[in-house]
Structures are given as C-alpha cells and as structure tokens.
C-alpha cells in the first residue's frame, strides 16, 4: 500500500504560521520574565504576566497544530511551554487533596467593592446587611473584607458589633465626604496585638492582627494593594498617555507596598498569614515576592479556575490566602456570590504542630 504523500503547505501559510508561533513564544518569554524583573525599571513587563491567561491557551492550541502540520516551530513551541508547567498550577488545579485531615482554623478574604456591585435598586447599606449575613454564614474563624465601604452617618464600631456578634472587628477606615471606607478583619480568636501599614500617597493599606488559633500563634495580614482604577469604559474615554500614566502609577507602586508588608512580617515575632486583594496576577513581581516563605492556599487545596475578579472571568485572579509552615491547607474555595466585583476565597487550614518558623 503506498504512502500518502506528506502534506505540504505554501510559503505563506506557512510564513504566517511561523510568524504567529515567534509571536506567541516571545509573549510567553516575557510573561515569566515578569516574575523577576522590578516594575520601577520596566514596568511593562508586568502586563506580559497579566495577559499570560489569554496568551498560555493560544500557544497550545498553536502548539497541537504544529505537530499536526509537522511545522519547524514545534520544537519552538514545546520549548518556551516548558515553564507553564510550574506557571500554570497558580491558575488552574486538576484536583483537590484528598484524605485530608480535620480542619482546625478557616480564613476567609474578600474584597466587597464599596457595597455597590450588587443587584440594582439596592442601597449601600442593605446590600452590607445581606454581605454580613453571608459572611456569617460562613462561619470561618477570620475574616479579612477589603474596600469596606460605610456612610459618614453611621457608626462603624455599633455596625460591626450589630452585624458580626461573635466576631472582635478591627479596622482601618480613611475618611471623605460623607463616607468612610478601608479594611476590617474580624476573629473569633484570641486576639493579642493589632497594627497597620500605610501606603505613602495611596488609599489602600494592610492591616494586621496577632491571633491564636490552637497551637500556635500567628500575624494575619490583610491587605488591599495599589488598584489599576481603570475600566473598558475609562479607556474608551481617556486618551492613551492618561491610561497608561494610571497602569504605570498602579504597577510601580504596588512592588512598594509589598516591600513594607514584607519588612513588618520580617520583623514579626510570629510567623504570618498574608491575605486579600493584591491587585495583581500569579505571574507577577510582587506575587513571587510575597509567596516566598509561604504557601498558596489555591495551590495545594483547590481545584478548577482560581480566578476571583467576576468581571473578566477565567482570567484574573487577583486574591489570596497565602500560609505559613506550621499550617497545613486541607480545603479551598471560590464562591461566586454576586455582591461583589470579586468573588470571595474560603480556606481551611490543619494546625501541624510544627515549628512555624
């Protein structure tokens, strides 16, 4: 029986196949080479991470097509997806842990956008009312909520009290007209030191709170970092030097803040827990900088898309619960609730008894 003849492609088809595959490679190389290069030197890099999501999937489908055609750019190809087999964990996990043992303390983080993304017609305050009797719900030990939102008229300590009975509320609020909003975590448990962080010419902060769990004590801390405070529809409006003076202004700074978290935990007499929204994806600078030390909660108990920004989902994720050693994550979760432009992460923790630092 003869053969069939080997398929062959034009000089343009495959000019342009070749093309696309050096495209798609480059973008992969400079979305890991985001990890290590400072924003405030080349602060685009940092949007190479960001599109990795959309990038990643294309150079697959690039990739299967190759070896189907027998392209030269295969080898390409295989080679520069060689790393998203470390990279791509921090987006998506194929299964959770199993046989896990009992879970002993539960962390929740969530930033609740103000109170203003939920169902139309409802008022700040009755939209808080219902996150409270979510949060509740849920029944964790901690709770770190970022962007709360209050008006000027309302006490924040009667609310807190009313609406999270079982909880010791601390918080951070800034001040504006008629409104005060930042960041509360609440506890259940034994609570011994409280601070913060703040952020030089910036809105957002980091709180922290010393808390004992079980067997070990622990620094919590909840963080909101520097937002891009852009949107499609601000884009569309403002012209491109103002657009990308905010994504420069957002990027370079966040690297900033994470570098005083880093030094108060550095300087902590117990090990920490590092939650909240840090405004920026696993493939980033700052993620990588935060993550050494600790563990991703999402990587090692969840399972499925780790994205939590609704508004572009699957392909951001922006919010985590990053653990220490002494903690072992039994259990991890997203839940889309539609209070919020984010969705909120649940995760559970077994105390190992080991020594945490």
């Not at 990890?35 to 685009?44: L, S």
């Not at 960001?50 to 390409?76: C, D, H, K, N, Q």
């Amino acid at each position: 029986m003869a053969k069939a003849p080997k398929r062959k492609h034009g000089w343009f088809s495959s000019l342009s196949f070749g093309s696309v595959a050096m495209a798609l490679s480059a973008l992969l190389v400079l979305g890991y080479l985001s990890i290590i290069v400072p924003p405030e030197k080349a602060w685009f890099f940092t949007l190479f991470g960001l599109i990795y999501p959309i990038v990643l999937p294309l150079t697959l489908v690039l990739f299967v097509a190759a070896l189907v055609r027998r392209s030269r750019t295969r080898l390409l190809l295989a080679l520069v997806l060689v790393p998203s087999l470390f990279f791509a964990g921090r987006y998506f996990q194929f299964s959770a842990p199993k046989d896990t043992p009992e879970p002993t303390l539960s962390v929740v983080s969530y930033n609740v956008g103000l109170f203003r993304h939920g169902p139309k017609g409802k008022e700040v305050l009755e939209l808080a009312g219902e996150v409270a009797d979510y949060v509740n719900s849920l029944d964790a030990d901690i709770v770190c909520l970022q962007e709360f939102f209050l008006p000027e008229n309302v006490s924040i300590d009667g609310w807190l009290r009313s609406h999270f009975p079982a909880y010791k509320a601390e918080y951070y609020m800034l001040t504006g007209k008629n409104w005060r909003a930042g960041n509360v975590t609440l506890t259940r448990r034994k609570a011994s030191a409280k601070g913060k962080e703040d952020f030089e010419k910036s809105t957002n902060m980091a709180l922290w709170t010393d808390v004992s769990p079980d067997s070990l004590d622990i620094r919590v801390y909840n963080c909101h970092f520097e937002s891009y405070n852009i949107s499609l529809p601000g884009i569309i409006k403002r012209d491109v030097e103002e657009t990308e003076a905010k994504l420069r202004r957002s990027i370079t700074e966040r690297p900033r803040q994470v570098a005083k978290v880093l030094r108060g935990i550095d300087s902590a007499p117990v090990p920490s827990i590092v939650a909240g929204d840090f405004n920026d994806t696993p493939l980033s600078y700052t993620y990588f900088r935060l993550i050494r030390g600790r563990k991703d909660s999402f990587m090692h108990a969840g399972k499925g898309f780790g994205a939590t920004y609704s508004a572009l989902w699957p392909l951001l994720r922006l919010d985590y619960i990053l653990y220490p050693k002494g903690l072992e994550a039994v259990s991890y979760r997203i839940e889309k609730v539609k209070y919020s432009d984010h969705y909120p992460v649940i995760a559970q923790f077994h105390e190992t008894g080991r020594d945490p630092r």
